[in-house]
């Protein structure tokens, strides 16, 4: 089995995916820009980190990175029979409500082990207009861990998809910018668990800041 890439099934599982509905409605739809999608390293370990601010935001940005991102997923929603086992082909692992940090941290480092990118949301929720203001320090400990550098992402405008009280996403433009990677801390201890988290963190709100 080859660990630089995540199974074959949910590789095709993701273009179907991607090219059947995510990438048609984010460039249509959302009239999508992408800049830095040749950034990505295509294969190998990988921790993709960016900012959140709409429940659209994981398709989108797995989207554009070009290779699938294993998120988390709420535990709960691994009993439903079907799918389950759907979204664990594409790489959703379960997270348990009051231990999310612990489990994450760990269900993250087993997927990078077997080949996939992990998606960390740097924040560790959803922001009101995207931008990153108390990053966690989840993705520089599990990038340290597996020493997998670690990749910012801005996504621009995915705040307004959903108005309150609406539940059809609104057809707002949408911008993806993807950094450079940037290296993993060599040492787990603090300082250069924060160092790292803040770079990231400074990273996606430069792009962020570029607007459309």
């Known amino acids: 089995m080859n660990r630089d890439r995540e199974p074959l099934i949910s590789l095709a599982l993701y273009h179907l995916f991607k090219w059947s509905v995510v990438s048609p409605m984010l460039h249509t739809y959302f009239r999508g820009r992408v800049y830095g999608a040749e950034n990505v390293p295509l294969q190998g370990r990988l921790v993709v980190v960016s900012n959140h ?28 029979p079907v799918l389950s086992q759907a979204i664990q082909l594409y790489g959703a692992y379960p997270v348990k409500r009051g231990s999310a940090d612990r489990s994450a941290i760990r269900a993250a480092i087993a997927s990078l082990e077997s080949g996939w990118a992990a998606g960390v949301f740097l924040q560790g929720t959803r922001t009101p207009d995207g931008r990153i203001t108390a990053p966690k320090l989840g993705a520089a400990m599990i990038a340290a861990k597996v020493q997998a550098p670690l990749l910012p992402v801005s996504l621009w405008g995915t705040h307004a998809i959903l108005h309150k009280g609406s539940a059809f996403p609104h057809p707002v433009p949408i911008t993806v910018r993807i950094g450079q990677p940037i290296d993993p801390p060599q040492a787990g201890d603090r300082t250069d668990l924060e160092a790292i ?16």
């Open 53 to 80: 601010a709409s429940d659209f935001d994981p398709p989108i940005l797995s989207a554009c990175v070009r290779r699938p991102v294993a998120y988390m997923a709420k535990e709960e929603l691994f009993r439903v």
């Open 197 to 212: 988290t803040q770079h990231c963190a400074d990273r996606i709100n430069e792009m962020h800041d570029l607007g459309r």
